[in-house]
T-cell receptor, first 113, second 111 residues
């Protein structure tokens, strides 16, 4: 069982380009999340989804969008990347939205030049 | 919103010693707390959780202590091993809000 799969693992991107980070889970979890991790700032929530078909904004949603067309997939899109979006992005899932135990992917390292 | 913080950014211990990682939280409404471990190059992994109606919870080699009076959370690791070297995050939640993570403490275990 793979758990959470993220792609790509690493990407260098020119500023202004559009980028989609992919996230797939095979645990049939209802809730999914996108976090960014920056040194000294910890993990900050970008967007989340309680269940398929619904999404919500986290702490730092500006410049990002998400969709949740089905249970398994939760892509994160940067419409026009900026250097401040250079970060490590983690996708996570939990059985229910209010469950504390999150299962994280291995991360996607994005560098915007 | 209110934030979760850590007292020590780096903790160095000898193998076999007990480790204590501390976390201060400021949201008095927080009712659920979790510790995560993140090894280099990997995503965070759940270690243990505790609800606000408890002050202690034990797992395998780990104990979480909660002091609501001073809004303090700690993670104790018994007989620390090199494999315990990682960054440890505390996280808190109040009601149906999403988790808020602290900035992390790096634990370094030397043989």
């Amino acid at each position: 069982i793979a758990g959470i799969t993220q792609a790509p693992t690493s990407q260098i991107l020119a500023a202004g380009r559009r980028m989609t980070l992919r996230c797939t889970q095979d645990m049939r979890h209802n809730a999914m999340y996108w976090y960014r991790q920056d040194l000294g700032l910890g993990l900050r929530l970008i967007h989340y989804s309680n269940t398929a078909g619904t999404t919500g904004k986290g702490e730092v949603p500006d410049g990002y969008s998400v969709s949740r067309a089905n249970t398994d997939d939760f892509p994160l899109t940067l419409a026009s990347a900026v250097p401040s979006q250079t970060s490590v992005y983690f996708c996570a899932s939990s059985l229910y939205y209010n469950t504390g135990e999150l299962f994280f992917g291995e991360g996607s390292r994005l560098t915007v030049l | 919103g209110e934030s979760v913080g850590l007292h020590l950014p780096t903790l160095s211990v000898q193998e076999g010693d007990n480790s204590i990682i501390n976390c201060a939280y400021s949201n008095s409404a927080s009712d659920y707390f979790i510790w995560y471990k993140q090894e280099s190059g990997k995503g965070p992994q759940f270690i243990i959780d505790i609800r606000s109606n408890m002050d202690k919870r034990q797992g395998q080699r780990v104990t979480v202590l909660l002091n609501k009076t001073v809004k303090h959370l700690s993670l104790q690791i018994a007989a620390t091993q090199p494999g315990d070297s990682a960054v440890y995050f505390c996280a808190e939640r109040s009601g149906y809000s999403t988790l808020t993570f602290g900035k992390g403490t790096m634990l370094l275990v030397s043989p």
